[in-house]
């Protein structure tokens, strides 16, 4: 097996803390594939679930952006056109692995055809994510060249931390539901403004929101200022402040 770095370790730390510290579970796997993005580095990541008995599922991806618009109909369409790790995750591998591995002229298919001419990428690394409850999910790597023996072997140390999200994910869900639906007005703040207004809650600045978002200091600022604009507040201080007033922040 190929060795892993000492900063392979450091980016499995930040995909830790990330996951950990995110009350949203609407965010959660965008965080996920935000660190994933970095740390391989690849074009795009891509989480699905199937359910094969009802020919049917869900995806969600991300180039470092939102991209589900562009995938639509893949989840069916790859049902039909046998994708060979559906295969593969159906007969209960667990291990990661080169889905141009699973298939005979792997450059020759309608899957490589589609990945280069919409994403670029020309090589996909699938890791299974096993469940008990029927449904097959797993998480899709591509890029432009090979992940080679490290890319493996670190995909293998990274699968049980996205195991992990996976059932923190399940609890956050979980909770909210338990919950009931909240009292406080939300004052249409998206999932990830309020991550950043939690964080502002916390006293980090925009660099370290940055890097513990993976985003930039710019792209922060941004969202702080949507924040401030449905808050009607002018300042960190009024901000938090109002956000503690509506329930938003602890």
């Not at 995110?22 to 935000?34: H, N, T």
């Not at 994403?119 to 899709?140: I, N």
Request: charged letters at 25%.
């Amino acid at each position: 097996m190929s060795k892993l770095h000492t900063g392979d370790y450091e980016l499995m730390l930040d995909l830790v803390v990330a996951v950990l510290e995110s009350e949203d579970p609407d965010s959660v796997w965008q965080l996920v594939a935000r660190n994933l993005h970095r740390a391989f580095p690849c074009t795009t990541v891509i989480s699905v679930a199937l359910r094969p008995g009802e020919q049917a599922g869900t995806t969600e991806g991300w180039a470092p952006e939102d991209i589900g618009g562009m995938l639509g109909d893949v989840v069916e369409r790859r049902m039909r056109e046998r994708y060979p790790l559906i295969s593969y995750v159906a007969a209960r591998q667990r291990a990661p692995v080169i889905v141009g591995d699973l298939c005979d002229n792997w450059r020759q298919s309608l899957w490589y055809d589609e990945a280069r001419r919409l994403c670029g990428t020309t090589q996909q690394l699938g890791l299974p994510l096993p469940g008990g409850d029927g449904t097959l999910r797993a998480v899709v790597l591509g890029r432009d060249r090979d992940f080679g023996p490290h890319g493996i072997a670190f995909a293998e140390r990274v699968q049980p931390l996205l195991l992990a999200a996976e059932r923190h994910v399940s609890e956050l869900r979980r909770l909210r539901e338990a919950a009931g639906p909240r009292a406080s007005d939300d004052h249409g703040l998206t999932p990830r403004e309020r991550t950043v207004l939690g964080l502002l809650a916390e006293g980090l600045t925009s660099e370290a929101m940055g890097r513990r978002l993976a985003i930039s200091p710019h792209t922060v600022n941004r969202h702080l200022e949507k924040v401030y604009r449905k808050l009607g507040a002018h300042s960190r201080v009024t901000a938090v402040s109002l956000a503690r007033t509506a329930g938003l922040v602890a």
